[in-house]
């Protein structure tokens, strides 16, 4: 019975006598099952489900000093705060008193808000341990107190400043397809939510935390680009600090990095990747972390490493450094392309009479031929120069990027030039390690529509190892969704080929032999 008034939500649990017969006993009130305890110390109401899976409390072990453990995983908690002494979460409490001869207990209506703070704090150090089944309870706890659960991501990116000394990285960019791929289905987002945010607590706990610089300087674009351009982190990222200082934002950083992407071949093509990544994380949780996301391109932008300064690329800057001139050629069919070296590919393709659309699907398809015929057993060779390492992700960032350059060129045509030379450096590179012969389709796959509908219900249970791989399997499922829509029925079948391949194919996560081997080569030339 529950009365109100100057009772203050009073229940009656129990008759004393029934307790004192024992040292325990359970009441399920409002639906809530609550343990009582009858100690030394007095009487003491806790809620009877474990907050570590939910196993019943009232089967635990009664210790001195009001100690309660469970059984089934060794967590213990103070009767009298609810505190755990060994374990992680607080065991809910509640007030009880003796009236004519029946435990009362009080059952308050919570305080959604009070609810929501102590769930970030779990959340944070949960985040800090990188607990994953403690972030997955904080994540649900709050979302169970009216919490939105862009409000953690929100408050994760905005931690990321100081915690990913990297900049914007995997992580940021996942959680942009994590959001996308949930879309309104709330059990689906719980998913996505705790898989991205996981993905940030793991990177975390490898980087060192990074201070940003405070001061800002006055906004001066050049000054910003030259500062990139000449790596210097503290002077662009004050500079970025000044932008926002004087009310510019995404909208006028964005520009900038993209002409500064486009100008080399850097970071492997994440700077491409990321930044139309950034623009979709900042449409689905807001301006709130604009200037944040600002911050961690421009440090990103900053540490990419400059591919196109190294002999294997040089040739990139050197044709982008001259005009285009444009020859009575077109470009050989995707399988020849694929087999291309770069010195060769890159000129060729720089001067194609083709349109710029349709050098992207050849590249494009040329890149899911190589996907097709990457020699798998190449990532399980020991005795081999680094050089020589290659696995998956060398062939899907080809297709990534792909998918981020007509993100980005179909709104500047400008940036298709560097654009296409970037995605023949990707098949030039790769063409080294791909098996001779016809390339085989699986013609057993079923239609564009099933076939994606099965492998993104499969991301949201997938075991695909640590964070940097399964991360790769939700860019390339998004990517190539999005890509089948815009090319040709071929090369439509290509790409769901080759994602096809890759989803199913094994994937070297370590290389023990390998690496040691590797290492005393390096050593022994110090």
Request: charged content about 25%; some cysteine.
């Given at each position: 019975?529950?009365?109100?008034?100057?009772t203050?939500?009073?229940?009656?649990a129990?008759?004393?006598?029934?307790?004192?017969?024992?040292?325990r006993?359970?009441?399920?009130?409002?639906?809530?099952?609550?343990?009582?305890?009858?100690?030394?110390?007095?009487?003491?109401?806790?809620?009877?489900?474990?907050?570590?899976?939910?196993?019943p409390?009232?089967?635990?072990?009664?210790?001195?000093?009001?100690?309660?453990?469970?059984n089934w995983?060794?967590?213990?908690?103070?009767?009298?705060?609810?505190?755990?002494i060994?374990?992680r979460?607080?065991?809910?409490?509640?007030?009880?008193k003796?009236?004519?001869?029946?435990?009362?207990?009080?059952?308050?209506?919570?305080?959604?808000s009070?609810?929501?703070?102590?769930?970030?704090?779990?959340?944070?150090?949960?985040?800090?341990?990188?607990?994953?089944?403690?972030?997955?309870?904080?994540?649900?706890?709050?979302?169970?107190?009216?919490?939105?659960?862009?409000?953690?991501?929100?408050?994760?990116?905005?931690?990321?400043?100081?915690?990913?000394?990297?900049?914007f990285?995997?992580?940021?960019?996942?959680?942009?397809?994590?959001?996308?791929l949930?879309?309104?289905?709330?059990?689906?987002?719980?998913?996505?939510?705790?898989?991205?945010?996981?993905?940030?607590?793991?990177?975390?706990?490898?980087?060192?935390?990074?201070?940003?610089?405070?001061?800002?300087?006055?906004?001066?674009?050049?000054?910003?680009l030259?500062?990139?351009?000449a790596?210097?982190?503290?002077l662009?990222?004050?500079?970025?600090?000044?932008a926002?200082?004087?009310?510019?934002?995404?909208?006028?950083?964005?520009?900038?990095?993209?002409?500064?992407?486009?100008?080399?071949?850097?970071?492997?093509?994440?700077?491409?990747?990321?930044?139309?990544?950034?623009?979709?994380?900042?449409?689905?949780?807001g301006?709130?972390?604009?200037?944040?996301?600002?911050?961690?391109?421009?440090?990103?932008?900053?540490?990419a490493?400059?591919?196109?300064?190294?002999?294997?690329?040089?040739?990139?800057?050197?044709?982008?450094?001259?005009?285009?001139?444009?020859?009575?050629?077109?470009?050989p069919?995707?399988?020849?392309?694929?087999?291309?070296?770069?010195?060769?590919?890159?000129?060729?393709?720089?001067?194609?009479?083709?349109?710029?659309?349709?050098?992207?699907?050849?590249l494009?398809?040329?890149?899911?031929?190589?996907?097709?015929?990457?020699?798998?057993?190449?990532?399980?060779?020991?005795?081999?120069?680094?050089?020589?390492?290659?696995?998956?992700?060398?062939?899907?960032?080809?297709?990534?990027?792909?998918?981020?350059?007509?993100?980005?060129?179909e709104?500047?045509?400008?940036?298709?030039?560097?654009?296409?030379?970037?995605?023949?450096?990707?098949?030039?590179r790769?063409s080294?390690?791909?098996?001779?012969?016809?390339?085989?389709?699986n013609?057993?796959?079923?239609?564009?529509?099933?076939?994606?509908?099965?492998?993104?219900?499969?991301?949201?249970?997938m075991?695909a190892?640590?964070?940097?791989?399964?991360?790769?399997?939700?860019?390339?499922?998004?990517?190539?969704?999005?890509?089948?829509?815009?090319?040709?029925?071929?090369?439509?079948?290509?790409?769901?080929?080759?994602l096809?391949?890759?989803?199913?194919?094994?994937?070297?996560?370590?290389?023990?032999?390998?690496?040691?081997?590797?290492?005393?080569?390096?050593v022994s030339?110090?």
């Amino acid at each position: 019975m529950q009365t109100t008034g100057n009772t203050l939500f009073w229940h009656k649990a129990t008759a004393l006598v029934q307790l004192e017969k024992s040292d325990r006993t359970i009441v399920k009130i409002d639906d809530k099952q609550i343990a009582f305890f009858n100690t030394d110390d007095g009487i003491f109401a806790i809620n009877n489900r474990c907050p570590h899976e939910g196993y019943p409390l009232i089967e635990g072990s009664l210790q001195g000093d009001c100690k309660l453990a469970c059984n089934w995983h060794g967590w213990a908690f103070d009767l009298k705060s609810g505190k755990a002494i060994q374990g992680r979460d607080a065991v809910k409490t509640y007030p009880v008193k003796i009236h004519d001869g029946y435990v009362m207990v009080q059952i308050v209506p919570p305080d959604k808000s009070v609810l929501r703070t102590a769930a970030l704090v779990e959340f944070d150090e949960a985040f800090a341990e990188h607990d994953y089944e403690r972030m997955a309870r904080a994540i649900c706890r709050y979302e169970i107190a009216e919490g939105s659960l862009d409000a953690i991501a929100i408050h994760t990116v905005k931690v990321s400043l100081t915690t990913h000394e990297r900049g914007f990285g995997h992580a940021h960019a996942g959680l942009a397809d994590w959001i996308s791929l949930a879309g309104d289905d709330n059990e689906l987002r719980l998913v996505a939510f705790l898989e991205a945010l996981g993905h940030f607590s793991w990177d975390t706990i490898f980087n060192p935390r990074t201070a940003f610089p405070e001061r800002s300087l006055a906004w001066d674009q050049a000054d910003f680009l030259s500062a990139i351009d000449a790596m210097d982190q503290p002077l662009a990222l004050s500079l970025c600090r000044g932008a926002f200082e004087i009310g510019l934002g995404f909208a006028d950083i964005r520009p900038l990095l993209l002409e500064q992407n486009f100008r080399h071949y850097a970071g492997f093509g994440h700077p491409a990747i990321y930044l139309a990544k950034a623009e979709q994380l900042l449409e689905y949780l807001g301006n709130e972390i604009e200037e944040t996301v600002c911050l961690l391109l421009t440090r990103y932008w900053c540490i990419a490493a400059r591919e196109d300064l190294i002999p294997e690329f040089k040739q990139f800057g050197d044709l982008l450094a001259v005009s285009k001139n444009t020859e009575d050629i077109l470009l050989p069919q995707p399988e020849i392309l694929c087999e291309m070296p770069q010195r060769k590919l890159l000129p060729l393709v720089d001067s194609a009479a083709e349109e710029d659309m349709e050098k992207w699907e050849s590249l494009l398809a040329a890149s899911a031929i190589c996907m097709l015929r990457f020699d798998t057993a190449r990532q399980d060779i020991v005795d081999q120069p680094i050089a020589q390492n290659v696995g998956w992700l060398a062939f899907t960032h080809a297709i990534t990027f792909a998918e981020s350059l007509y993100f980005h060129a179909e709104r500047d045509p400008s940036l298709w030039r560097s654009g296409l030379l970037q995605q023949a450096c990707f098949i030039g590179r790769n063409s080294r390690f791909l098996t001779q012969g016809p390339t085989i389709i699986n013609a057993t796959l079923p239609d564009a529509t099933d076939f994606f509908a099965v492998q993104k219900a499969a991301l949201f249970n997938m075991d695909a190892g640590d964070y940097i791989y399964s991360v790769h399997r939700l860019k390339m499922v998004s990517a190539v969704e999005k890509l089948v829509k815009l090319v040709s029925h071929d090369t439509s079948k290509l790409l769901i080929s080759a994602l096809n391949k890759y989803l199913s194919s094994p994937l070297r996560q370590k290389h023990p032999a390998r690496t040691i081997l590797q290492a005393k080569a390096t050593v022994s030339r110090e």
